[in-house]
């Protein structure tokens, strides 16, 4: 079993920025996929951004492109997520997930990543 922890999330206004961060407490990202999804009442959990069998390319939901950035942190073992240009419709509970074995096709697919965290809410206000 693997633990996965975010932290970051909060309550912030329309165009401003918040910081989640990802870890594993005893694990290692590197070689692993990792991603952010959300999920808002109502709504399928939707597919933020990821990194391939890091340090392996970066992948971003249409939603996301050019506001979100995922970055990692190989000495912290910690996997980012940068949110500028907040809107009130990225108010969601932000999961990160994990995967040793994903592929690429994949990686979009919440049903397909193995681990999860308990989610962390962000909230958008104007």
């Known amino acids: 079993q693997v633990q996965i922890v975010e932290s970051g999330g909060g309550k912030v206004q329309t165009g401003e920025s918040l910081r989640l961060s990802c870890v594993a407490p005893?694990?290692?990202?590197?070689?692993?996929?990792v991603g952010w999804f959300r999920q808002s009442p109502g709504k399928e959990r939707e597919f933020v951004a990821a990194?391939?069998?890091?340090?392996?390319?970066?992948y971003y939901g249409d939603s996301v492109k050019g506001r979100f950035t995922i970055s990692t942190n190989d000495a912290k073992n910690t996997v980012f997520l940068q949110m500028t240009s907040l809107k009130s419709e990225d108010t969601a509970v932000y999961y990160c997930a994990y995967d040793q074995r994903l592929i690429l096709s994949s990686l979009g697919q919440p049903t397909q990543w193995d681990y999860w965290g308990q989610g962390t809410q962000v909230t958008v206000s104007s």
């Open positions: 005893g694990r290692t990202f590197r070689g692993a996929s």
């Open positions: 990194v391939f069998r890091i340090p392996g390319r970066t």
